[in-house]
């Protein structure tokens, strides 16, 4: 249909907003929006609820002051929007979304002559939708552009059904309307995947340390410390998916992580929130396969990781300790799952080494806001002068790290388990190494801002991982 007969068959064209213009649901934006400034979301968002859709999006709206700039719009619909108002069509938003959010989204687009929402007594979506614009334009008609299967009676009373990236069954149904078209189609799944971040369980290998270190390796250890690697990554990947969903507004602003599933909008937030209670629970399952013990250490991590999204990561050098502790944390786990008796030893040296590793995330961030001209942080309670002495506490704190390792060395019992210890000095001098690297790429602005994925990717730092573990071997095996 060319541009001419839209406008003479359907001067009025009709968007909806969650999910068609933007990639996202405001219902939830709000939600994580208002939780991420105050824990008070969740009484309100129950007793909105209480009262109905309706009630519960005009509560959150008030409560979370959206920023329709910062949404995810989908840039196909935009331009499908101008094309048919340069043909003299009107555009009209008509949304479930509250009414405050239409009006927002409205004037920071200057794409609609009208915007219309839910009013906090009528929810307007499905039929409700459908009966306000066959009032509306029951004479003249009107073309809808909708994506979900709560758009077909919607759809069913248009002159033009316009589904935007549609699941397939959706896309058929409209398919088989008089004038019917489709934009894109369903998003793939890989972003569900990504979203646990599933190259961060390699932390979680930490659970084997205690039974490496005491060279325990039976069956029965072995199945406790895996079932304890599952739980954490699990468990993990809840944290992470509530930590996105928390900095939604503050990763969009970033140039890397805007790129991330929920915050790109090509996982919906919708599923994210129901992602993190089904992570939790099958990662409190594992533990409990393991050991009560290992339950409640994990039921805690969880803890501390909520807490952490919660109020600490906008704590200057608390949350770089508690990112330490929760390192630690997988050790003390990894102990009590195998029940292998943990080295003072061994939980100094994580101490050390893992607050270096939080340092130095920091010390890249800091780095990139240098880089990009902002002096200070979104969602974090750090500024560009503090550069300095973040780097400072890298370097402190994993040299630290190194001595310990050193000193145990040393220690009495240590040489009697392995049959070449010298070699375990190799370990000292590539952590060493190792550690000044990365320092001074994060100082160069070289390294992401998560200094695993930067090792996972840096061949440098994998040879160095590659010696350190010959080291190991060799100094049990020769």
């Known amino acids: 249909m060319t541009a001419k007969d839209r406008r003479d068959d359907n001067e009025v064209l009709v968007v909806d907003l969650d999910g068609t213009l933007i990639r996202s649901d405001t219902l939830f934006e709000c939600f994580w929006q208002s939780l991420s400034r105050n824990w008070q979301a969740i009484p309100v968002a129950v007793n909105g609820l209480m009262g109905g859709r309706a009630v519960l999006k005009t509560k959150l709206a008030a409560l979370a002051d959206l920023d329709a700039a910062t949404l995810p719009y989908n840039e196909e619909v935009m331009a499908y929007i101008r094309t048919w108002r340069d043909t003299g069509g009107k555009v009209i938003l008509v949304t479930a979304a509250d009414q405050t959010i239409a009006d927002k989204v409205a004037a920071h687009t200057g794409l609609f002559d009208e915007a219309i929402g839910s009013d906090g007594a ?187 999204s919660l109020f600490i990561k906008r704590r200057a050098i608390a949350d770089i300790c508690t990112l330490a502790g929760l390192y630690t944390l997988r050790i003390i786990t990894g102990g009590l799952a195998t029940s292998v008796e943990l080295s003072v030893w061994l939980l100094a040296f994580s101490m050390f080494f893992f607050f270096a590793l939080a340092a130095v995330k920091r010390q890249a961030e800091l780095v990139d806001l240098v880089k990009r001209g902002d002096q200070t942080a979104a969602g974090r309670g750090y500024r560009v002068e503090d550069l300095p002495m973040v780097s400072q506490l890298t370097l402190a704190s994993g040299f630290t790290s190194v001595l310990v390792l050193a000193l145990y060395l040393n220690a009495p019992g240590v040489q009697d388990l392995y049959s070449a210890p010298w070699l375990l000095w190799g370990i000292c001098l590539m952590l060493l190494y190792w550690i000044s690297r990365i320092a001074l790429k994060a100082h160069r602005g070289q390294m992401d801002d998560d200094p695993i994925i930067y090792a996972l990717r840096d061949k440098t730092s994998l040879v160095c991982i590659a010696i350190m573990m010959l080291c190991a071997i060799g100094a049990t095996v020769l």
């Open 122 to 308: 009528t929810n307007l979506k499905g039929e409700q939708k459908a009966r306000l614009l066959q009032d509306r334009f029951a004479d003249e008609g009107y073309a809808y552009m909708g994506d979900s299967r709560a758009d077909i009676p919607v759809w069913r009373g248009a002159k033009k059904a316009i589904a935007v990236n549609p699941a397939p069954s959706v896309a058929n149904e409209v398919r088989a309307m008089k004038g019917s078209e489709v934009l894109g189609r369903a998003p793939t799944r890989g972003g569900y995947l990504k979203a646990l971040r599933p190259h961060q369980w390699l932390k979680n290998i930490l659970v084997f340390l205690p039974m490496m270190a005491a060279q325990q390796y039976g069956a029965i250890t072995l199945m406790h410390a895996l079932l304890a690697f599952a739980a954490f990554s699990m468990v993990s990947s809840s944290g992470y998916v509530f930590n996105d969903l928390m900095d939604l507004r503050s990763d969009r602003s970033h140039p890397r992580k805007s790129a991330r599933p929920f915050a790109s909008g090509r996982v919906p937030i919708a599923h994210g929130t129901a992602m993190v209670p089904l992570l939790l629970l099958t990662g409190l399952f594992f533990a409990a396969l393991a050991n009560w013990q290992t339950f409640w250490m994990i039921a805690l991590y969880f803890v501390l990781t909520t807490v952490y």
